[in-house]
């Protein structure tokens, strides 16, 4: 599967990480030789196989719908890069 | 004092109890060895006032005969689980500057049962590669280098947990295995490691990687050590919805039976990969001998989609990972690059914030999740996981474990392997097990021909890992490993 730049450029801008463009040739190629790689999972008949994310079998417990943690926003806003009044503060999105 | 280094915690335990040295003499030695080894690299943030502090606190228990099962007892804890207070950066530069307000739940079971922290050890980054040189803040050395006197890779991810052990730096630490990293970094320092089931050891509080895969186990010097620790690391935590409900059995009464009468040991054709170097099969069919001499049946064992395990895992796994560093985009915690722009923000941070192997991974995990691409990829590798796990299924309907190398060649030159796939490689043989979640233990069991330490691996059924460990007993007890310190 040829993995082209402008691929890369759609996923680099999915994921959120900027790529320079003199950069999308290079990742480009290593990601072609990454997925051909992959690509021998093709080979395998899978028909009828269910697809599996949980190993163990176990069922995902339920809890009763009650607070049971919070109230120290100041400890959590510690590690923000930038805060005020108890908020996180990010660049300006809304005109 | 210095001999103190070279003991186990069990013997450590023993001379505590008869006060043949005190908790802080025991942490003294282990801080002099940890500060004579400096150029090996072990520590991200070294917590010495710290461990001296637990120590006291340690020797006041055993003092007033109330003291707790590590009492004493100073490790290492991987620069992945979340400590309170202590930075915490899964070597990672976006991580750099965090400071967790929580304890994760392994540790915190760890400093209840009396542990004292000598530091957070380093790793690869975010727990992804196979020999600690994707970690921002630069590689561990593996203590054998001076063996062959070059700079050697202590393995990855948990490279600083078993270089730290295999120094005679700490008594054991921590490590987290999500395709191979407990087992592969034990086997290059010549040091024991277990992975346990998948569920067994709580991952709260420990920085995600790939959640399906993720288990915390420890790194020791011997199998009995790594039974004390797991006994303590493992256990129902309701703040983690994936781990299991069920006792931990006493793991220590596991080992120590030299007596493997009907006990069975699969041996998997498909293990026998070409280009396999000849004293890996060598110490491999040493294995089967030691195993036969102590009673055990030995069976070759058929695992036909071995040679999918790898590619299944780089295509689970990143999907995880791109999903699980979602979250690191400057605003709640960890490095930001600031910019004018919401989106500008998260693109320039998280593009300086992380390294090359981790954004590889992310960018393949976005792929194989991106519209058009994840019934292909992702539904696929998910399918082919269930075969896999079909396999081990049908083969422990005939046998108790399985034995195998644990890495196909002993450790490697810092810098020698440039290309993904060659790297990702290591964890061929460690792969297969962590698709199943299946216990799996590495543990040292040779040298190589230039004097590198090798292991053996023994994979067990879910949630057996007592029959690991019994194995496992039998194999250091006969391999008689001339441990490094």
């Known amino acids: 599967m040829p993995i082209d730049k402008d691929t890369v450029s759609k996923v680099s801008n999915l994921a959120r990480i900027k790529i320079d463009n003199n950069q999308l040739e290079k990742i480009s190629k290593e990601l072609e030789a990454v997925m051909g790689w992959i690509d021998s999972l093709s080979e395998v008949e899978t028909s009828g196989i269910e697809p599996v994310a949980n190993v163990t079998g176990q069922k995902l417990p339920l809890r009763e719908d009650k607070v049971t943690d919070g109230g120290y926003s100041d400890k959590i806003l510690n590690n923000a890069p930038e805060k005020e009044g108890g908020f996180f503060v990010v660049p300006k999105v809304i005109e | 004092m210095s001999e103190i280094v070279s003991k186990t915690i069990l013997q450590i335990k023993e001379g505590l109890k008869k006060r043949d040295y005190s908790a802080l003499e025991v942490t003294d030695a282990f801080i002099s060895a940890s500060e004579s080894n400096k150029k090996l690299n072990f520590y991200n943030t070294f917590t010495k006032e710290k461990a ?8 006041s228990r055993i003092d007033s005969g109330e003291d707790k099962i590590l009492d004493g007892i100073p490790i290492a804890i991987k620069d992945l689980f979340c400590t309170e207070g202590t930075l915490t950066t899964a070597s990672s530069k976006i991580l750099g500057n965090f400071i967790p307000n929580y304890e994760s739940t392994v540790t915190q079971n760890l400093w209840d049962a009396g542990a004292i922290m000598l530091g957070k050890v380093g790793c690869d980054e975010f727990a992804m590669g196979s020999s600690n040189e994707t970690s921002f803040f630069g590689e561990v050395i593996n203590p054998w280098s001076k063996v062959i006197n070059k700079n050697l890779s202590p393995g990855g991810s948990s490279g ?11 008594l054991a630490a921590t490590g987290t295995d999500t395709g191979g990293s407990i087992r592969q970094p034990a086997a290059f320092c010549g040091v024991t490691g277990i992975k346990p089931t998948y569920g067994r050891c709580s991952r709260w509080g420990i920085i995600a990687f790939a959640s399906s895969l993720d288990q915390a186990g420890p790194i020791t010097k011997t199998v009995n050590d790594s039974a004390l620790m797991l006994n303590v690391m493992s256990g129902f935590d ?16 596991a080992c120590g039976n030299f007596n493997l009468k009907n006990l069975k040991v699969g041996i998997p054709k498909e293990y026998q990969i070409s280009g396999m170097s000849s004293e890996i099969i060598n110490l491999w069919e040493t294995g089967h001998g030691w195993l036969k001499d102590r009673g055990a049946d030995i069976i070759e064992v058929s695992l036909p989609h071995t040679k999918y395990a790898l590619p299944t895992y780089y295509v689970i796994a990143p999907a995880e990972a791109s999903s699980n560093l979602a979250r690191y985009d400057g605003v709640k915690y960890g490095y930001r690059n600031s910019q004018n722009h919401l989106d500008d923000l998260y693109a320039n941070t998280r593009a300086d914030g992380f390294g090359n192997e981790v954004k590889r991974r992310i960018l393949i995990g976005t792929y194989v999740l991106s519209a058009g691409y994840y019934d292909a990829y992702y539904r696929k590798a998910q399918r082919v996981r269930n075969l896999i796990i079909q396999d081990f299924n049908k083969v422990f309907k005939d046998v108790d474990v399985i034995l195998t190398p644990t890495t196909p060649s002993a450790a490697f030159e810092v810098g020698s392997q440039q290309d993904p796939i060659s790297m990702y490689m290591n964890d061929v043989f460690t792969v297969p097990a962590s698709l199943a979640g299946l216990p799996a233990m590495s543990v040292p069991s040779g040298l190589s021909t230039n004097g590198l330490p090798l292991g053996l691996q023994i994979i067990g059924k879910q949630f057996d890992e007592e029959n690991v460990l019994k194995v496992a007993s039998n194999i250091e007890d006969q391999a008689k490993f001339p441990f490094l310190n």
């Open chain 2, 52 to 59: 001296i502090e637990m120590a006291k606190t340690s020797q």
């Open chain 2, 160 to 170: 600083g947990s078993a270089a730290v052990v295999s120094a005679g730096a700490a």
């Open chain 2, 238 to 253: 309701p703040k983690d919805s994936t781990s299991a409900n069920k006792n931990t059995p006493d793991f220590l009464k």
